[in-house]
């Protein structure tokens, strides 16, 4: 736990060191831009391959030898590593396309630079894919702290990378930080690994009964991930055409959210799913819902007080954590008014990483796909109907009230098909 809140602690200050240096200028808007390029695929990766792989590689463990099971996770990587080549040379040739789709209110330096940027940080995916399946592979292994550690690597290395290089060549060491962070993390988990990886070897492993079972049941998955990701495009699409700074003060509130759900409920996450994983997988239902239960309450009693706090001085909030060089009293409004309606999510954010879990656990990713893709529509059509009114602060409660809706229907029907 320590080292996962060591990591979003990091994670903030590489916030505030650009807040300080640029603010809600353009600069940053543009390295946010193209950070979501890498960054989409990793949470494609992550949310997609991540939670099928787990369940399959421990059952591999728990009935086949070490080297027999290791073909698995040699396969997957291999795969991975060849998918995400492909797609990060289509992208460089189309990234000026891609800023276009992504940030059409870009205009002039605004758009050069976040190509400039996407270019850049787009070798950075290979790595973050790989460190999917290697972070994984250690939770199978019940190795969390190494996992934890990798994050913390991660995040050092784009602070130390920001602060020694920004005053040579400015935002571009924010994105040369993330291509070292992502080769780092990699390393980090690959150590951790030991003597284990030596098993880990170049094979597609089309053929392999585990390999085509894992393929069926992320292909829903992955196409609901890439879907609900939409809503977060069109939200960057919706922001650029706002004034300069709505698209920062979005990612600046955002981080003041996460950073108490990614230091608990999604700590937490990660440690339960393994758990969960079990028990679905010795069919003892009444423990697996009396665990997610406990777990629930318990996550919900220590996110919602957060969250009132949060609302309510959300102001004072971004004056203490950000407001200071570049970063001027424009820039607290930008970002305390998201701020407050990203607040009110709060507990539906938390909720729903361990409603997740439970059904990745059960294998059912049909389930919370289908429900994902209707909330991400309810949530397109309240952006747009918001932002005219509220400015960035819509797309905060927009979001807010989808994720709200997601796990209200999402606990319904988990009731349903697990033991009161």
Sequence with gaps: MAITIACKMLGFLEKQILAYFYGTGP????????????????????????????????????????KRAWEFPSSVTT????????????????????????????KDDRFILSVRLTRLMLPAS??????????????????FAWPALGEVTFKFIIVLTLLILNPVVGVFAAGA????ASAGRVAVHLASLGKRSQYLRVMLGWRQPTTRKMGRMMLPLFVGIA???????????????????????????????????????????????????????REDW?????????????MILVVTPIAFLIAVARNPIVM??????????????????????????????????????AYFSMKDTFTPILIGVA?????????????????????????????TLKVILLLALLRRRLPA
């Design 320 to 357: 203490l954590l950000f407001q200071r060089g570049e970063f001027d009293v424009l820039s607290t409004q930008l970002t305390a008014s998201p701020l407050g309606f990203y607040a009110l999510g709060m507990p539906a954010f938390a909720a729903e990483i361990l409603i997740m879990q």
């Design 27 to 66: 600069e940053v808007e543009a390295y946010l831009i193209g950070l979501s390029v890498p960054m989409l695929l990793l949470v494609l990766a992550q949310e997609a391959v991540g939670p099928v792989f787990l369940p399959l590689f421990t059952e591999s463990l728990r009935t086949k030898t070490s």
């Design 126 to 143: 290979v790595f973050l894919g790989v460190s999917t399946i290697t972070y994984q592979t250690l939770n199978a292994y019940k190795r």
């Design 227 to 281: 879907f609900s990701q939409v809503d977060g495009v069109i939200d960057n699409m919706l922001a650029s055409t706002l004034c300069q700074g709505s698209i920062a003060g979005l990612s600046y509130a955002r981080k003041i959210v996460d950073l108490p759900i990614l230091a608990i409920p999604y700590a937490l996450g990660i440690v339960i799913f393994p758990y969960f994983s079990r028990l679905a997988a």
């Design 286 to 298: 009444a423990e697996l819902a009396q665990l997610f239960r406990d777990a629930l309450r318990w």
């Design 375 to 403: 909330c991400v529509l309810v949530n397109i059509v309240l952006t747009i109907l918001l932002i005219r009114i509220l400015g960035n602060g819509g797309i905060a409660l927009a979001l807010a009230f989808s994720k």
């Design 177 to 180: 930080g993330v291509c070292l």
């Design 79 to 106: 795969n991975l590593v060849l998918f995400f080549s492909l797609v990060i040379i289509v992208l460089w040739f189309c990234a000026p396309y891609l800023i276009r789709l992504l940030a059409p209110g870009f």
